[in-house]
């Protein structure tokens, strides 16, 4: 019986695929990923708190020591002594892992071309692709989820430069909180590239999308009050992001699923960067010691803690930014930032849980799954 065309065929070249192709260009494996895109564009840029190396280091493009939340209690503003929030600009992404791949003896990319049904054959994987068939013995799916989320994160954004100094370049604003146009808790994200340039982004967390006008109008709002004067945008950008424990969740039907698809947010913030390279770690150390990789990251208790703060914000979201405050004001240095990162320390988690009122927690605790 011949053997399959590739060790592991890689469906979708975003975050998620790109980061695992990087990581297998640097080993004997031979892999194909499977890509409908044509080109890539700078379509997004990925922001995070560093707690680990990975292969796209030097696409940094700007990074912070101090944050800040802004709520009823006016500023509460963290910094760290270790980590850094960064930035990673995805164009310089894309760029780097393409010629990861084609550096690489045993690694390609077919872009422009989509992957459609998967069958499992007695080697492995066959994927129907409009280029035709290919055969893979293990099979990567990153592609985007077909499931709806129950509950989500909506963002729209503006890159902009403006004609006065506006900004404060050297504090991140996670969140700055504002009275709820979607039902949500809503929220403006800012990330300053300067003092006169910075990525402006309306956010909310809530069940289903707010209306893209309810959006745009407040966003616009939001620029108008900081420059009333000359704004040019930069870039444009916008995301759904899944808030929901067990999104995506391994199924076992043999295929590794990584990235959104794959359970790679955070679902008490959404945060996907750093999980999809900690997921991709694992698929590569995995398949390197020829065993199944397992791509789930969070512990039972991690799961648990995430179910009950989503409950209680989709339940009682005017309550939201309270709680945030009250996390952002009362957690230890380093522990909320390594926890919202991923951290499944023990202690990060219960430093986390003790920087909150009890009451509503418990009342969702008692709630269902
Ligand atoms: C605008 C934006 C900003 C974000 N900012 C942050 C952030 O600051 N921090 C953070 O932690 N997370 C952030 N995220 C969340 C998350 O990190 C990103 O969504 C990330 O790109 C997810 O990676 P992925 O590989 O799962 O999905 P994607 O990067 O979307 O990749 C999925 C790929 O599948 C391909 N595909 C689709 N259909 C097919 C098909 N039939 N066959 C083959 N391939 C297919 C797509 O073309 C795409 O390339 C952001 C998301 C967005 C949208």
Redesign the pocket.
Known sequence: MPSADVDIAI???????LSLAARLARTRLSVRV????THYADD?????WRTAGDPFEDCVRAEWRAWSVFGEQGETRRGSPSLRYQTVNAGAFYERALSLIADSPTAAISLGV???GVTPTDRGWRVDTDAGALTATILVD???STQVPRYGQFFVGREIRTARPVFDPTVVQLMKFRASRSGGVDFVYTLPFAADRALVEVTTFAPIPPPHATFTDWLDDEIGALEPGDVETLRH???A?PMQVGFGQERPDGIVRL???GG??RPST?????R?QAQADRVVAALTRGEAPDTRIDSAMTRFMDRVFLQVLATAPERGPALFECLFRNAPEDRLERFLSGSTRTADRLWVMASLPPLPFLRAAAVPA
């Open positions: 469906l979708g070249g975003g975050c998620a695929g499977i890509e409908p895109r997004r840029t990925w922001s995070f989509k992957a459609g990153t592609r985007p950008e916008a995301g992001l990235g959104l698809g790679a947010a959404g945060y996907a960067f750093t999809i």
